[in-house]
Every structure is written in structure tokens, then in C-alpha cells.
């Protein structure tokens, strides 16, 4: 099983970008990612995938248009880039293997255990 550490998160204004990156413990290979996101006093819930097979993505229609996620597997990262971030965006993100058919469904990252995931906190 990949076990996963994500980094890249800080503070950040609304409006403004981070990049998050997670990086695996072996090759990627065909797995697909995702990304997650637990906001403060709230569950995780999927906000981005990125097939292994083809590479084709998915995202939360909360997220659709601002973030982008990636993968260079040479490195064994997935990437994701947040832009124009609201307050809403705030909370700890983490990366796990998923099924991308499945992300916004209770229980999509349930692949693995979770790695210790990056703060993501938005201060006007």
C-alpha cells in the first residue's frame, strides 16, 4: 500500500494561490489519486482526482475552475494548485489512494491510511 506525505499548505489571502504537493512512498504507477479536504470541525470529502490510466481529472464543483490537480510520476508527487482560494477552502488537505468514479461518495479515500496531511488556512 503507497503511504502519502502532503506539504505546500500555509496561509494564504483570499484570492490568492498555493500549491500543494503529496508525494508517494513508491511509483504511482496506475493508481488513481485524490485529494481531500477537511475543513475545521468538519468531515474529509473529496475535492480532486487524478486517474492513473489516462490521467483524465475530476473536481468538486466547489473547486471547478480554481484548482488543478496533477501528477508527475517520475517524482511520485501529485500536485494540487489552488487558485483565487476562498474561505471556504480552508482546512487540512490530504491525498490518498482513490477510485475517481467514487471521490464524492462517504468512504472514497478509504484505500489506506492517511498521511499527516497540510494545513490550508485563509486570513483576510
Known amino acids: 500500500q503507497l503511504q502519502f506525505v502532503e506539504s505546500g499548505g500555509g496561509s494564504v489571502q483570499p484570492g490568492g494561490s498555493l500549491r500543494l504537493s503529496c508525494v508517494a512512498n513508491?511509483?504511482?504507477?496506475?493508481?488513481?489519486v485524490g485529494w481531500f479536504q477537511q475543513p475545521p470541525g468538519k468531515e474529509r470529502e473529496g475535492v480532486s482526482c487524478?486517474?492513473?490510466?489516462?490521467?483524465?481529472?475530476e473536481y468538486a464543483d466547489s473547486v471547478k475552475g480554481r484548482f488543478t490537480i496533477s501528477r508527475d510520476n517520475a517524482q511520485k508527487t501529485v500536485f494540487l494548485q489552488l487558485n483565487n482560494v476562498r474561505a471556504e477552502d480552508a482546512g487540512d488537505y490530504y491525498c490518498?489512494?482513490?477510485?475517481?468514479?467514487?471521490?464524492?461518495?462517504?468512504?472514497?479515500?478509504?484505500?489506506?491510511?492517511w498521511g499527516p496531511g497540510t494545513q490550508v488556512t485563509i486570513s483576510s
Open positions: 513508491g511509483f504511482l504507477d496506475d493508481n488513481s
Open positions: 487524478i486517474r492513473g490510466s489516462n490521467d483524465d481529472t
Open positions: 490518498q489512494i482513490v477510485s475517481c468514479s467514487r471521490l464524492f461518495e462517504p468512504g472514497a479515500g478509504r484505500f489506506g491510511d
